[in-house]
């Protein structure tokens, strides 16, 4: 199963499949992440406030898999916006990861009620570390309309990816609208809605229909859209069948199909990005 990589608008590409590991206990972080990287995967997206960047960079120096190869994202957290503050906590992910690069770090969240509303200077600071050579990439997650249009047009740096929740109960239009205008790929968190959307009639008359699982169906659901998707498991055999979702296709019927059972803004499952202002 080859997994498509997409080209990203700072020239690096990114593959469209990975494997998240947020709610991975810590102490099993190296252990499942060397298990699906045994399955296939290739890119993992872990967060500081997950607290298993240890874990995580363990399994990638472990793997021998050339580093070229993986694709690790990581991402700032929400007590660490104000500039050195931010500096500090990437030296902490690196020190966490022990890798000489990642290859994407985000802010985790806009938060623009905290820090006088100024997300802008933690974007500007996050240039720093591509230009030391930390990490390839620079990205934001949870940002809407509004927060994405403010930081290009007050640094002119246009983010790689918005890591957005999205899945068939909150298709997060005008977040993914927003994003893709700018040339922003979107990011897909919680993509089979932390398993909710498995059970929805829909998604399982097509599964049946097409003789593969709703959570298969879900995720190919997402990649039809040209998003990025990293289901997390900690079950080998469900981080299997994630990964076979490039070897058949949804009908526009079916794409239709799930696309009715958005729920709208009642369907979010995670926290409104305008009004989230949580420091753990
Ligand atoms: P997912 O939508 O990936 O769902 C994970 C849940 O679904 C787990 O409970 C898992 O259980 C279960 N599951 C996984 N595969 C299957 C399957 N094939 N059949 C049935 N159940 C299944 O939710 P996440 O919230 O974990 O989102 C994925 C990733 O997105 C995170 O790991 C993280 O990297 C990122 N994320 C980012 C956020 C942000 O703010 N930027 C917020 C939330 C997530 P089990 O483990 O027992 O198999």
């Known amino acids: 199963m080859t997994v498509p990589s997409l080209p990203l608008n700072d020239g690096t590409t990114i593959p469209q499949l990975g494997f998240g590991v947020f709610q991975v206990p810590p102490d099993q ?59 500090r906590a990437f030296d902490q992910t690196m020190s966490n990861m022990d890798l000489d690069f990642i290859d994407l770090f985000l802010i985790h969240w806009p938060l623009p009620t905290l820090y006088d509303g100024d997300y802008v200077s933690t974007w500007r600071t996050l240039t720093e570390f591509v230009a030391d050579g930390r990490t390839k990439s620079i990205g934001v997650s949870n940002f809407q309309s509004a927060h994405l249009d403010r930081i290009i047009e007050e640094t002119g740096v246009i983010p790689v990816v918005n890591q957005i929740e999205a899945h068939p109960h909150f298709g997060n239009e005008s977040a993914r609208a927003a994003s893709l205008a700018h040339g922003v790929l979107v990011e897909a968190w919680s993509p089979i809605g932390q398993g909710a959307t498995l059970t929805e009639p829909a998604v399982v008359a097509i599964a049946e229909k097409l003789g593969r699982t709703p959570a298969q169906v879900a995720l190919r659901w997402h990649v039809e859209r040209g998003d990025i998707v990293f289901p997390k498991s900690m079950h080998r055999a469900r981080m299997e069948e994630n990964f076979l979702i490039f070897d058949f296709v949804l009908g526009a019927d079916d794409m239709a199909a799930i696309n009715a059972i958005d729920r709208g803004p009642e369907g979010r499952m995670g926290p409104n990005p305008d009004e989230f202002a949580w420091i753990p």
Do not use: C, W
């Open 29 to 87: 972080t190296a252990e499942t992440v060397a298990t699906a990287f045994d399955v296939g995967y290739r890119h993992i997206d872990t967060a500081e406030m997950y607290g298993n960047e240890v874990g995580v960079g363990q399994a990638v120096r472990a793997s021998g898999i050339p580093r070229d190869e993986l694709y690790i994202t990581s991402k700032l957290n929400n007590g660490f916006h104000r500039p050195e503050d931010a500096r």
